[in-house]
């Protein structure tokens, strides 16, 4: 059975920093690639990033968070990180992580909340 749980979340100010993780059983995780998504309420699911798997493990990421955040990935911990700087009250949201297993196959942890306000 997969499972992605995140951590890292909370409450930081304006400005501040969060590294968020996302572990993953239950899946060959060096295999995948790995997404993190975000979601207001009220609003859509968002991409934020991604990080492929191979040699390398490209990176690709949201405009809204291009040069601000920065994905990575540890194959020997199964874990996946979003390190998130210069936080703005708009990134306030719930955070997912999601492994793509085929075209009809994903699955997603429970998220972790983020809020940015002073």
């Known amino acids: 059975q997969v499972q992605l749980v995140e951590s890292g979340g909370g409450l930081v100010q304006p400005g501040g920093s969060l590294r968020l993780s996302c572990v993953a059983s239950g899946v060959s995780f060096s295999s995948y690639a790995m997404n993190w998504y975000r979601q207001n309420s009220g609003k859509q699911r968002e991409w934020v990033a991604r990080?492929?798997?191979?040699?390398?493990?490209?990176?690709a990421y949201a405009d809204s968070v291009k040069g601000r955040f920065t994905i990575s990935r540890d194959n020997a911990k199964n874990t996946v990180y979003l390190q998130m700087n210069s936080l703005k009250s708009e990134d306030t949201a719930v955070y997912y992580c999601e492994v793509q297993i085929s075209v009809d196959i994903s699955y997603w942890g429970q998220g972790t909340q983020v809020t940015v306000s002073s």
């Open positions: 990080i492929n798997s191979g040699r390398g493990s490209s990176t």
